[in-house]
């Protein structure tokens, strides 16, 4: 006679409603404890069995899963082995439980994975912006203050009689201010690269790309030496053309490091200046896996702004000689 946990004898039926009788109280016995449900610290699950499995084995209880899969493991009987292997997934299932709690209290987890990468103080937008900033300061600063002074030492008038055009003063101020910043440029990028493979930096410096960067130092250096030779043509006097140079200088990085989707007027202005296209230009050329649109894009930029500048230096160069 097979037993329910409350102790009262269930009804006699066929074999196959029998079978399901015994599986619900298997499943019923995991809710309670083998001594006091009442104070259980953890489920003892347990199950009945009798020595016949035509009589659904015996009415004694075993002492839980694993009694029961003792008992079952050495009973003949299709019945009883299709019992075993119930307990076996029973088993298996209650072991997996904890992981299963585990997954449902929390579904996702984040792990931080700590490793020596490229930090913020050597990352590719720092490098660029150093080198953006010294060379549009320099750059700017150069040009204006030397073509300013070339009429204040009086060279524009004697130069201007046919040893040496105004065109060509301005475009030599512009190659200074390229050559300048290519040296010093070289040199910031030197020293990033020094630091970085120093600190065993992953990644390391991009060895093989200084040629493409060296491009980029004298392009850019060039457009700004020519906007700097503009701002020194409409000074006129080399202390004002430096003080003008420092005080356009800050807009124009201002404008450079706000992001276009803060402001996009702010976006929009910086692409009429040199700053942007430098620092996506070194960016791109040491980074990017595919540089080359990119490259090409701002390349177009700095050589149109350098010529408009250029031009607008050289009409303006003709206040020098007043």
Do not use: C
Request: proline residues 5%; glycine residues 10%.
């Amino acid at each position: 006679m097979l037993r329910d946990p409350a102790g009262e004898a269930l009804a006699e039926a066929g074999p196959e409603q029998r079978e399901v009788d015994l599986l619900v109280l298997a499943d019923d016995a995991l809710e309670r404890d083998r001594d006091d449900v009442a104070t259980v610290d953890h489920v003892d699950p347990g199950i009945v069995v009798v020595d016949d499995p035509a009589r659904l084995l015996d009415d004694r209880p075993a002492d839980g899963l694993d009694g029961a899969d003792q008992l079952l493991r050495n009973t003949p009987g299709a019945k009883a082995r299709k019992l075993h292997d119930f307990i076996g997934d029973a088993q298996l299932a209650l072991a997996r439980t904890g992981d299963a709690l585990r997954a449902t209290a929390h579904p996702i987890e984040i792990e931080r994975v700590k490793g020596r990468g490229r930090t913020w103080a050597l990352s590719a937008d720092v490098q660029a912006y150093a080198l953006g900033l010294t060379i549009t300061f320099l750059a700017l600063l150069l040009a204006a203050g030397s073509l300013a002074a070339e009429r204040d030492e009086n060279v524009v008038g004697r130069l201007s009689r046919g040893l040496l055009g105004l065109g060509q003063l301005v475009w030599s101020k512009v190659a200074l201010a390229a050559t300048v910043a290519l040296a010093l440029g070289l040199a910031i990028a030197l020293a990033f690269g020094v630091i970085i493979e120093i600190g065993g930096v992953t990644g390391g410096e991009p060895w093989r790309r200084l040629p493409l960067l060296a491009v980029g130092l004298v392009l850019a250096g060039g457009t700004l030496g020519a906007l700097g030779a503009l701002l020194g043509a409409l000074a006129k006097e080399a202390r004002s053309a430096s003080l003008v140079a420092v005080l356009v200088v800050m807009p124009i990085v201002f404008l450079g490091l706000i992001p276009e989707e803060v402001v996009p007027l702010a976006g929009w202005l910086s692409d009429l200046l040199p700053f942007t296209h430098a620092v996506r230009f070194f960016r791109t050329a040491l980074y990017d896996l595919s540089p080359w649109p990119e490259l090409v894009r701002e390349t177009l930029w700095l050589l149109v702004l350098g010529g408009i500048f250029g031009v607008l230096a050289r009409v303006g160069a003709r206040r020098l000689l007043a």
